[in-house]
């Protein structure tokens, strides 16, 4: 997920234990370039669909 700012709020854009099932053990990686690129464009995208009513 990317962060629409520089703002993250626990539980939305950032998470300290799992969305889905509260494992508190987290795996964390650094995103590459372009891993970062492709989910900021997965966001979009999905925002699009919202807006268009899909």
Known sequence: ???KS???IEGHTW???CP???HAE???KE???LSGL???VQQ???IWQKKRGH
């Open 1 to 3: 997920m990317v962060p």
């Open 44 to 46: 979009r995208f999905e």
């Open 6 to 8: 520089d703002v993250l």
């Open 26 to 28: 987290l795996e964390r």
């Open 38 to 40: 492709v989910a900021e």
């Open 15 to 17: 998470f300290t234990v």
């Open 31 to 33: 995103a590459n370039g």
């Open 20 to 22: 889905q099932c509260g």
